[in-house]
């Protein structure tokens, strides 16, 4: 059984930094894909960031790329998401995702594995 826990999440200003972590157990983690994804109220989740199974590939939403980095850290069993310059529409629930495939994904089709979800709000 795979299980994802993320932390990281809390409230923020405008401009501010947060750092989100993924934990995973219950299996190989070295080379499965992972990604980060996001939900507002009322909205469907979207893709935040991804990174392949070796972590030397990566890709990102055009709404964060600049400001967020997604990392990996085998040896822990983590994935973080590193987000600078936060904005207002950054407020969502974050999730994280894996999923035993190597190849880098954006959509959540490609992923079977899920996390709870964790808090992020931005205020102006």
Not at 7 to 17: D, E, I, P, R, T
Not at 27 to 44: E, L, N, V
Not at 53 to 67: C, E, H, L, P, Q
Not at 73 to 98: G, H, I, R
């Amino acid at each position: 059984q795979v299980q994802l826990v993320e932390s990281g999440g809390g409230l923020v200003q405008a401009g501010g930094s947060l750092r989100l972590s993924c934990a995973v157990s219950g299996r190989t983690f070295s080379s499965s894909r992972m990604g980060w994804f996001r939900q507002a109220p009322g909205k469907d989740r979207e893709f935040v960031a991804a990174i392949g199974g070796g972590g030397s590939i990566t890709r990102y939403a055009d709404s964060v790329k600049g400001r967020f980095t997604i990392s990996r850290d085998n040896a822990k069993k983590s994935v973080y998401l590193q987000m600078n310059s936060l904005k207002p529409e950054d407020t969502a629930v974050y999730f994280c995702a894996a999923d035993e495939g190597q190849s880098i994904a954006t959509s959540t089709a490609r992923y079977k594995y899920w996390g709870q979800g964790t808090q992020v709000t931005v205020s102006s």
